[in-house]
């Protein structure tokens, strides 16, 4: 990055920071969303912008995250700090199966997609009839008014705003590294070229399988938020994939494959369909499916325009990063 | 003489299509062996067969008496073989610099080391100035370079060069034959090209390997293999008709 760029993303964060002191409830609400998708966007980037592997089916890691968490909370009282350590370990456990899958059996490009789908909907499908985590009917967290118990995340909107702000943080910090160590390097050369990157040393099943961990991994944490702030989950909408084609939104629109691009996507999606449904309402147009066509033809704008996303776009306008060729 | 690689008895067929067919030779420590004959003729799949890309139906390749058979194409890079693409296959959107650090990582850990060790690389492909370009944006000649500078960056002990000499222009030509003249003569690095500049097989090679749909035809000094009436009619007249 330049100083400017530097200077900017300090600021960004700064603003961030003090967000809830200076802002009403509705802001802050407004601003979890956005960070909420901005960390499952940057989730799904390590696989699909680092790695070249496109997931359809990310919902299902959110789901996983969430049902393991708030189960074990539900019915053992164990907390999310703890439970969180389990809802990663079976993400990742059901992410590399289909990984494994995919990458023994040679199922590439389009057709991994559809396994990742297919493994979506079977959840979505099969945790409907599990009376145990409360089937069609959903899962619910107890509820008390006024408790602030941060070790079990329990609390305000502020507590959560806090905690979802450094998970985006922590997975852009953890981004940055992963991509600039040696498993980045052999990630981005397998998205380039699979036969080039492994005519050079790498291993394409290994490199594959990293990243489908750590991403599925990093996607559960969002599912843990996502139970423990919402309080009650189901199936249809956990899983389902229309949730899936949320979380990859924020990454196309801001740059898939850039660090801060899903960043950026996430605060221009979610503002531009909070904005819509303001401006709808004001203008007493409260027609159904009016916000979504308005949602629609914004989001073909923006990828028809700047297909490789607004963020690189933006920084080289702003003149926010390095360009090739320039010194430090 | 020790022979670093050797071909044994080397047969592919795709769908009933001989496309290698009981091929022998073997490539002598610190030598240039080059394979030529017409398109056609088995010389990328014979390539591939060594690096790993599919399996032979019969025969065995061995390195320093080590068989191949088997493993995968990184795995043949770490047992030492590094190879170019004929289609060239860059790392497109990487910089012509992370995509040689790509090859250095293949031995090396530290990022740092192996930017350093790509830096080296650079400076002897004459690829330095373009280092900080993104890979898809060198022309052709240079996109040629760097398939070799990524390959040698992995250290090999035997590099597979498949036509980095073609669409190259005579001055361009003269300069990659000095370098790989120098890797050889300076590093001892044993090469094994395919190539179908003869001029350039001519001043390069120790050794030169003729194939013929799919058979070996020919197999000597540059000299001797010119001079072959079988070559001349399957080869090197069908070149000047």
């Keep these: ?328 | 003489m020790t022979a670093l690689l050797t071909v044994s008895g080397l047969s592919k067929r795709f769908r009933g299509l001989k496309a290698v067919s009981n091929v022998s030779f073997s490539v002598p420590e610190g030598r240039i062996l080059a394979l030529i004959g017409p398109n056609g003729a088995g010389k990328t799949t014979t390539f591939n067969l060594i690096a790993g890309v599919f399996p032979a139906d019969e025969g065995t390749v061995t390195l320093k008496g080590t068989r191949l058979g088997g493993l995968k194409p990184n795995q043949i890079c770490a047992a030492g073989i590094g190879r170019t693409f004929q289609i060239v296959k860059p790392f497109g959107a990487l910089t012509v610099e992370e995509n040689v650090v790509v090859g250095a990582l293949a031995r090396e850990r530290s990022v740092a080391v192996a930017r350093a060790q790509a830096r080296a690389v650079l400076e002897r492909l004459e690829l330095a100035d373009q280092a900080a370009r993104p890979a898809r944006s060198l022309t052709l000649p240079d996109r040629k370079r760097l398939e070799v500078a990524r390959a040698l960056a992995t250290r090999p002990t035997l590099l597979l060069l498949d036509e980095v000499l073609a669409g190259l222009r005579p001055t361009e030509v003269d300069r990659m034959v000095e370098v790989l003249r120098d890797l050889n003569r300076r590093e001892g690095l044993t090469i094994l090209m395919i190539e179908h500049v003869m001029r350039a097989v001519m001043a390069l090679s120790d050794q030169v390997v003729v194939l013929d749909h799919g058979e070996k035809i020919a197999d000597g000094t540059p000299a001797e293999v010119v001079a072959d009436p079988r070559v001349v009619e399957s080869y090197l007249g069908a070149e000047e008709a």
């Design chain 1, 1 to 328: 990055m330049t100083g400017r760029g530097i200077v900017l993303l300090v600021l960004a964060g700064l603003l961030l920071a003090v967000a809830p002191l200076v802002g009403d409830r509705y802001v802050v609400s407004v601003l979890t969303t956005v960070l909420w998708f901005a960390y499952v966007g940057q989730a799904w980037n390590v696989m699909m912008g680092f790695s070249g592997l496109l997931s359809l089916g990310h919902a299902l890691y959110v789901g996983l995250g969430a049902y393991v968490s708030a189960a074990l909370f539900v019915h053992y009282g164990i907390g999310p700090w703890a439970g969180m350590l389990l809802a990663m370990l079976v993400s990742v456990a059901v992410g590399t199966f289909i990984g494994f899958l995919g990458f023994r059996f040679g199922v590439k490009g389009v057709h991994f997609s559809l396994l990742t789908i297919a493994f979506a909907e079977v959840a979505r499908i099969g945790f409907d009839h599990i009376q145990w985590l409360g089937g069609s009917g959903g899962l619910f967290l107890p509820v008390e008014a006024g408790v602030s118990d941060p070790l079990n995340l329990r609390g305000s909107p502020t507590l959560f705003y806090y905690v979802i702000l450094a998970l985006v943080l922590g997975a852009l910090a953890l981004s940055r590294v992963l991509l600039h160590s040696r498993l980045g390097y052999q990630w981005l050369a397998v998205r380039e070229d699979p036969e080039a990157a492994e005519a050079v040393g790498v291993d394409l099943f290994r490199a594959r399988m990293t990243a489908v961990a750590v991403s599925s991994a990093l996607t559960a944490l969002g599912g843990v938020f996502q139970a423990f702030y919402f309080n009650n989950l189901f199936p249809e909408q956990v899983f389902s994939m229309g949730r899936s084609i949320e979380i990859i939104l924020p990454a196309i629109v801001g740059g898939i494959g850039t660090l801060i691009g899903p960043i950026l996507g996430a605060f221009i999606l979610t503002p531009l369909g909070e904005g819509l449904t303001f401006l709808i309402e004001a203008g007493g147009l409260d027609l159904p499916g009016l916000k979504q066509l308005f949602y629609g033809v914004a989001l073909v704008t923006i990828v028809v325009f700047r297909p490789e996303g607004v963020w690189p776009w933006l920084a080289r306008r702003l003149r926010l990063v390095r360009q090739p060729g320039e010194e430090a």
